[in-house]
């Protein structure tokens, strides 16, 4: 899952202190490096959930990643709001990515704990999620299948 931003891109360090006011349950360890962190995990009380990424566009990976949705969109595989996801695509700051960590639970388990952060991010942030093999979303609003 990934989080396409369109607003100033946050720093972790900054989400991880903002985020237990909003939700208590909610926290990002592992921080590193911890001057100015690119990577962290995120737990739902003390279970694990995903690991995160923050890439800015003076990462390769950033225009990989951009470059291969806007592609898949030349081609016409996007069905929905192209204009929309294509705009946040090429006007993109930042993408916070999550490396889902199911750990032998249920897809509802993990959502669970995944849906208030992603909420909560949406909520701080403009911008679309992306979930592989679904699409990209506005809230719980698809805008786009792929």
Do not use: N
Not at 7 to 35: F, M, N, Q, V
Not at 61 to 79: C, H, R, V, Y
């Amino acid at each position: 899952m990934r989080f396409f931003l369109t607003s100033p891109a946050p720093g972790l360090a900054d989400l991880a202190a903002a985020l237990p006011s909003t939700l208590p349950r909610h926290s990002l360890r592992h921080l590193a490096p911890e001057a100015d962190p690119r990577e962290a995990e995120l737990f739902a009380g003390e279970t694990l959930c995903a690991a995160l990424d923050l890439t800015l566009p003076d990462k390769p990976l950033f225009a990989d990643e951009t470059g291969e949705f806007i592609e898949a969109l030349d081609a016409g595989k996007g069905q929905g709001d192209v204009a929309l996801v294509r705009g946040v695509l090429t006007g993109c700051t930042a993408i916070l990515a999550a490396q889902v960590l199911w750990q032998g639970r249920t897809t509802d388990e993990v959502m669970d704990d995944l849906d208030p952060f992603w909420d909560w991010v949406a909520s701080q942030h403009k911008g679309l999620l992306q979930a592989d093999t679904q699409g990209f979303f506005e809230g719980y609003d698809r805008v786009l299948a792929l």
